[in-house]
């Protein structure tokens, strides 16, 4: 399976999550994500039109964001973890597509940097089905937490 996975604004590339993701993932593209820099979503849209989708695109708060819109485009599979769709600081508007993959939500219920229960709503709102878990932590996913959400999203992927 060909992984990508976008990190939050205020994280870096790499980590547990990715070291995880190279274990049983068969390719897994994790690039730093400068998300001031404006041309930032062309270069993606492009890599995948140049080099094929990725089967799974997943995104932590920023990168949620970010995979959430580019995957639209594509139909390609996604986990948010805490997306940005709502109250971003940079970056208002993203081009979105009609062509969603499954859309796997992890939200924490004490996260205090982007409302879970608006996240929600933003999702109820577009009419598309998506699989919600709701866990009780804060704007970081624990490891734990994130490899059942992968194993659930690629389990379901198979069937």
């Known amino acids: ?13 790499g980590g547990p999550k990715v070291d995880f993701l190279k274990e049983v993932a ?4 994790a690039p730093e994500m400068d998300y001031t820099r404006h041309k930032l979503f062309g ?3 492009r890599k995948i039109t140049k080099e094929g989708a990725p ?17 639209s485009h594509f139909g ?21 597509g ?9 939200l924490g219920s004490e ?11 933003k999702l109820q709102e577009r009419k598309k089905e998506f699989n919600l878990t ?9 490891l734990t937490v994130f490899k059942d959400i992968y194993n659930k999203a690629v389990i379901n992927a198979t069937k």
Do not use: C, Q
Request: overall charge negative.
């Open 111 to 121: 996260d205090k940097v982007i409302d879970p229960y608006k996240t929600i709503t």
């Open 98 to 106: 009609n062509e969603f993959g499954s859309i796997n939500v992890s």
């Open 76 to 96: 390609i599979d996604t986990i948010l973890l805490n997306p940005a769709l709502h109250s971003r600081t940079i970056i208002k508007k993203l081009p979105y």
């Open 1 to 13: 399976m060909k992984v990508w996975y976008f990190h939050g604004l205020e994280s870096e590339a």
């Open 134 to 142: 709701l866990g009780t932590y804060s704007h970081r996913t624990p």
């Open 55 to 71: 089967d799974l695109i997943i995104g932590s708060s920023m990168g949620g964001f970010f995979a959430d819109a580019l995957a």
């Open 26 to 29: 068969t390719e897994v593209y």
């Open 43 to 45: 270069e993606l849209f």
